[in-house]
T-cell receptor
Framework: AQSVTQLGSHVSVSEGALVLLRCNYS??????LFWYVQYPNQGLQLLLK??????LVKGINGFEAEFKKSETSFHLTKPSAHMSDAAEYFC????????????FGKGITLSVRP | DGGITQSPKYLFRKEGQNVTLSCEQN?????MYWYRQDPGQGLRLIYY???????QKGDIAEGYSVSREKKESFPLTVTSAQKNPTAFYLC???????????FGQGTRLTVV
């Protein structure tokens, strides 16, 4: 069975600072990995996805993530935080095949200080 | 515009009553999902369906039921057997073979 772990529930950065949100996965076969963002009382929006092509994946709003098989990680980064980045971020994993299901981490709330 | 529609956005029910949450998609997606979101617990999978007339239990299916009679519709019923039904419920869909999931705007259910 697959799973993801997002360490910590809250990250706070200053505007303009580097954003780093950590995600580690567990899977017996090569997974597909995703980062989603959620604003209050809304659904989830896809930021980026890894589907076994390039290991460095670029997404929307200046975010990117790097798949590292040796570390079983898929950390999300952004060089310079903006106030509008304040939201909740979820890492997710799926193993394709019969009865595949998308499994989410517990989420990390990102706060951006002026 | 293509997308996923969940209705209503807010729902209030008395304890002991069954309630059905609607989820409709016009993306021609084969797979549909229901998640429950509680503060600090992320998204937990309730039920999912890969094809019409077939669905599987997720991690927290007890007290919930679903049907998939049409490709575009995947309603979720929260029964009186669900001990703590107050939560934010999210529906999602994805193409078979393409694993990116698209989400609706959610339904916030409050049971009083």
């Amino acid at each position: 069975a697959q799973s993801v772990t997002q360490l910590g529930s809250h990250v706070s950065v200053s505007e303009g600072a580097l954003v780093l949100l950590r995600c580690n996965y567990s899977s017996s076969v090569p997974p597909y990995l995703f980062w989603y963002v959620q604003y209050p009382n809304q659904g989830l929006q896809l930021l980026l996805k890894y589907t076994s092509a390039a290991t460095l994946v670029k997404g929307i709003n200046g975010f990117e993530a790097e798949f590292k098989k040796s570390e079983t990680s898929f950390h999300l980064t952004k060089p310079s935080a903006h106030m509008s980045d304040a939201a909740e971020y979820f890492c997710a994993v799926i193993i394709t095949g019969a009865n595949s299901k998308l499994t989410f981490g517990k989420g990390i709330t990102l706060s951006v200080r002026p | 515009d293509g997308g996923i529609t969940q209705s209503p956005k807010y729902l209030f029910r008395k304890e002991g009553q069954n309630v059905t949450l609607s989820c409709e998609q016009n993306l021609n997606h084969d797979a549909m999902y229901w998640y429950r979101q509680d503060p600090g617990q992320g998204l937990r999978l309730i039920y999912y369906s890969q094809i019409v007339n077939d669905f599987q239990k997720g991690d927290i299916a007890e007290g919930y039921s679903v049907s998939r009679e049409k490709k575009e519709s995947f309603p979720l019923t929260v029964t009186s057997a669900q001990k703590n039904p107050t939560a934010f419920y999210l529906c999602a869909s994805s193409r078979k073979g393409d694993t990116e999931a698209f989400f609706g705007q959610g339904t916030r259910l409050t049971v009083v």
